[in-house]
């Protein structure tokens, strides 16, 4: 939204963010703006489960196309990583692509960081390119969190998104085979970035405008601006400092910290437990 801004400081018409009377958030998608999510095929995970222990969170090993209940025998007592093992290659863990459009339904796709800024944003839909079980997704992304519990997903400003209710199916022609290595990603009035997915980098090995560090520096230089304009209006609110640490940065967003620590509270007595990456891994650095 500040970037957004001219130097008048006056809102650009561009911007698909308005500021908002909230206490827990500044600004907030404009009305008529939504966002719709498209995927090739059912995502990984619970969403193609038929019988065996539908509901169930699984994970990913690095290195394998296959997902394993966070409750089979075989991952007993490896849930827990750390840096050491990811240093010795002990095989990476990482969430199924099931689990993780739940938790967007839950907390937004904004993420940690914006989340100190706007209020979450949900996908309006789900569309499908190919054959998928509805009532399979709609459990996957959303039903195993609804009921009772969803009760406990406070604050208010979070809860299960919708989005299940409203999939479409298009009808590709299914090329089998093994997904190309390579990711696209691209930004209006900027050109295309090709990714090795396996890596995270670009060609030439230069980092991805989507690397950590990178959303960092660019998270940095919006709390600044955004500081600069508080102090400017004498508004009650003031960010305070910049977060001197990626993690730090994350953790200042508390309403979302809590509404994912409450989600993965409900999720783990029936559905198991979350898995994470060792946190040296992956957020200790200075921004």
């Known amino acids: 939204m500040a970037l957004e801004q001219g130097q008048d400081g006056h809102e650009s018409c561009q911007s698909i963010f308005e500021k908002t009377s909230r206490q ?67 095989p990476l863990l990482t969430m199924s692509c099931s689990d993780k459009l739940l938790r967007w339904n839950v907390l937004g796709i904004q993420g940690a960081l914006l989340s100190n800024f706007i209020s979450p944003i949900y996908c309006s839909s789900i569309i499908i390119g190919h054959q998928f079980k509805h009532r399979h997704l709609q459990r996957a992304v959303c039903e195993r969190v609804l009921g009772e519990g969803e009760d406990c ?18 009808r590709f022609q299914k090329h ?7 990711t696209i990603n691209w930004m209006l009035d900027c050109s295309a970035e090709i990714v090795k997915g396996q890596t995270g980098k670009c060609l030439h090995a230069k980092q991805s405008r989507l690397c950590k560090s990178k959303l960092g520096e660019q998270f940095k230089n919006l ?51 979350w898995v994470h990456k060792p946190e040296l891994f992956q957020d200790n650095f200075r921004l």
């Open 24 to 90: 827990d958030a500044m600004f907030q998608l404009k009305a008529g703006i939504a966002f719709h999510l498209y995927i090739s095929t059912a995502p990984c995970g619970d969403s193609l489960v038929v019988k065996t222990c539908p509901g169930q969170l699984r994970v990913k090993k690095e290195g394998s196309r296959d997902t394993v209940r966070v409750k089979a025998p075989q991952l007993e007592g490896k849930l827990t990583q750390s840096w050491d093992g990811s240093t010795t290659r002990e």
């Open 176 to 182: 089998y085979g093994r997904s190309s290595k390579w």
């Open 223 to 273: 709390w600044g601006m955004i500081a600069e304009e508080q102090l400017r209006q004498h508004e009650e609110v003031f960010l305070g400092p910049i977060p001197l640490m990626y993690k730090d940065a994350k953790d200042k967003a508390e309403s979302y910290q809590e509404a994912k620590r409450a989600m993965y509270s409900l999720l783990q007595p029936l559905h198991g437990k």
């Open 153 to 170: 997903l406070k604050p208010s400003l979070y809860g299960c998104s919708s989005a299940a209710q409203r999939v479409i199916q298009e």
